[in-house]
């Protein structure tokens, strides 16, 4: 108990360092959401204009363009990056020195930098130089040439495979952790019980995995939503706008148009889509541990 | 019910021998018990016959029929695990009925069953909660009861009571037998409980480093071990064993000497039972003496140990014994006491 004021003191250098570089931020640009603020014509906020920030965003075509980019993003890469993790996993699941190894150099894609991924991809869906653009070329004639960044659905798609591609390992270590976490014993009782293995899978595993594969999803949806290194380096948003993200067109946005109250509606716009799946998975985790300390 | 044949069976890790080649058959509503220390190889016997682990070499025989590339699903078997391998996702009802949903019941028949044998179990109550509401003792029944819910040939229990508390483990214990008793399907049950293996058994496997050492009745295992082995994990407190040496019909050892029916040898050691062995004052004509070393008293009776030298002798006495420790007694066995001799180097009986 003496050692509390102590204990206080050691936390305030951490206070701190995260109010100036975080709670400050976070307050300023709530207040500057309720302003106007051009930066081209001045260096303070402006009037008040209520919640007319708010109102236009949902209004205004390109705000409504990126959220709906933004959800084509989120559903797809989750889906994608939930499904091969979970297949990976159950592959890497056994023991061996194959299944090491593997387990290693799988993490390599996530040790790269995402704009560095974003360049990286750039380069080899060149349709004139890129390995895998030639390459598939070669394999299907009729891809040759296809120029794979200039077209909206294409450069989404591949916008796309690089995140799956980024996330995908990282996500099958969490699915790893949670397989490790379903007794074998309840595997083995369904298999003698008479379950087939498709049905150990769906009927068995994966409910005992529910909690491991919702903190996945949530924390995958969370990453997802905030896409944006990968849109500036490799698709810088186009072709047109079809690849401009949320979290990007609000880059744009603050600091092409230099409109910072309507950047900062936006961002609190986007930080209360987080806040409402972070509630619902902490009210679902809350319940789950309810059943399972009744 | 059906007779379970294993005929050359062996078990191998890559170049690790588990289970070298052995031959066991389980008769007819037998209740079979393996029993052995940890990592004898028991569980790995269980769990081929199971299903669970491949058979490297040699037949397996369920009902005369040759299973070894038969799933688990399809040996007609249901098993009892050690840490019950109930599903926790799902309530006590729809853990004893899905094995019965996986072979096709419908839900009024389903239900039928389930009630019926939870009932079986004392499990009525509960049928509605899950696995994570219910104490040790209850996912047991739970368990149980879902190897009951239809008739296979054959069950299989390994180690199910080693996780509940002593009391319990009695209760279930009984429980298991009179289950037993009125379903008469053939078990094969798995423990290192010697206890367990002793009360529930019709026969007891008892297994070391992957064999079969001695396969007989409770009693047999008790009464004739086999060899060193099985002499000194049978029993609670264990067998005394001397070693020591035969000559001109006496077993000698320090601080005993005892007439025994054997012709002469060196390098022999005798087993004696504590509850075989009487006290009776120092002076007298005891077989063995040494000084008191330690009183246990376990309730019902009173455990002697005597030690002379690098002899420690056991006696089981009336719970009233009392002496200073230190004292000088002396052990003679009871008229009609078993003396077992064993040859050392091999363990033996001689």
């Not at chain 1, 091969?84 to 996993?89: D, G, K, Q, R, Y």
């Not at chain 1, 056994?94 to 750039?122: C, D, E, K, N, Q």
């Not at chain 1, 450069?155 to 790893?176: K, N, R």
């Amino acid at each position: 108990m003496r050692d509390r004021p102590l204990s206080y003191l050691l936390l305030v250098p951490a206070f701190l360092i995260v109010l100036a570089t975080t709670l400050y931020p976070l307050a300023y640009s709530f207040v500057i959401a309720f302003r106007e603020w051009d930066l081209t014509k001045q260096n303070r906020p402006g009037t008040f204009v209520g919640l007319d920030n708010f109102t236009y965003a949902f209004t205004e075509p390109g705000f409504l363009n990126s959220l709906w980019v933004t959800t084509i993003f989120v559903v797809t890469s989750v889906v994608l990056t939930l499904f091969i993790a979970m297949s990976l996993a159950l592959l890497l699941r056994r023991t061996g020195r194959m299944h090491t190894f593997t387990r290693i150099i799988l993490i390599l894609p996530f040790a790269m930098s995402p704009a560095l991924i974003g360049v990286s991809y750039r380069f080899m869906f060149n349709p004139e130089f890129g390995v895998i653009a030639k390459g598939l070329g070669a394999i299907f004639p009729a891809l040759q040439g296809v120029p794979w960044l200039a077209s909206p659905d294409l450069s989404m798609a591949i916008l796309v495979l690089t995140d799956v591609w980024h996330w995908s390992p990282y996500m099958t270590f969490m699915c790893l952790g949670g397989l490790a976490s379903v007794p074998r014993e309840t595997e083995e009782a369904a298999r003698i019980d008479g379950a087939s293995g498709f049905r150990i899978f769906f009927g068995i595993v994966l409910p005992q995995m529910k909690g491991v594969l919702m903190v996945v999803a949530v924390l995958k949806t969370i990453f997802a939503l905030k896409m944006f290194d990968q849109v500036v380096t490799l698709t810088g948003g186009g072709p047109g706008n079809s690849t401009e993200t949320l979290a990007y067109f609000i880059f744009n946005v603050g600091f092409k148009w230099y409109d910072m109250g309507y950047a900062s509606a936006l961002a609190w716009i986007l930080t209360g889509i987080m806040m409402l799946i972070s509630i619902w998975y902490v009210r679902m985790l809350l319940s789950e541990r309810k059943v399972a300390t009744a | 019910m059906a007779e379970v044949k294993l005929v050359d069976v062996e078990k191998r890790y890559g170049s690790f021998l588990a289970v070298p080649k052995q031959s066991l058959t389980i008769e007819e509503g037998e209740f079979l018990v393996l029993l052995g220390p940890s990592g004898c190889g028991k569980t790995t016997t269980m769990r081929m016959i199971a299903g669970l682990e491949e058979i490297t070499a040699g037949d397996l025989m369920i009902g005369g029929e040759r299973v070894n590339d038969k799933p688990p699903k399809d040996r007609d078997i249901a098993m009892v695990f050690q840490n019950y391998g109930l599903y926790p996702h799902m309530t006590v009802a729809e853990n004893i009925g899905y094995p019965l949903k996986l072979r096709g019941f419908n839900r009024q028949a389903r239900e039928a069953r389930v009630a019926e044998t939870a009932e079986k179990v004392e499990l009525g109550k509960l049928l509605k909660r899950r696995p994570s509401e219910l104490s040790g003792g209850q996912r047991q029944r739970v368990a149980l009861a879902r190897a009951i819910v239809r008739t296979p040939k054959l069950f299989l229990m390994d180690e199910p009571l080693s996780n509940l508390d002593a009391k319990l483990r009695v209760t279930m214990r009984a429980e298991l037998k009179h289950l037993h008793h009125e379903l008469g399907v053939t078990t094969v049950y798995v423990t290192h409980d010697q206890m367990e293996a002793m009360t529930l058994a019709s026969r007891v496997a008892v297994m070391r480093k992957g064999r079969i050492v001695q396969l007989d009745t409770p009693k047999m295992i008790y009464s004739e071990p086999a060899n060193l082995f099985v002499a000194s994990f049978i029993g609670s407190p264990p067998m005394n064993l001397i070693d020591g040496v035969i000559s001109q019909g006496t077993f000698t050892a320090p601080g005993v000497n005892l007439p025994v029916s054997a012709a002469d040898r060196g390098n022999v050691v005798l087993g004696i039972r504590p509850e075989e062995l009487d006290l009776v004052p120092a002076d007298g004509e005891g077989l063995f003496s040494g000084l008191l070393y330690a009183l246990e008293l376990t309730g019902e009776s009173t455990l002697v140990t005597l030690r002379e030298g690098t002899t420690v002798v056991c006696a089981r006495g009336g719970a009233d014994f009392d002496a200073p420790i230190g004292t000088r007694c002396a052990l003679v066995p009871k008229a009609g006491a078993r003396l077992h001799l064993f040859d050392k180097d091999s363990g033996e009986r001689v």
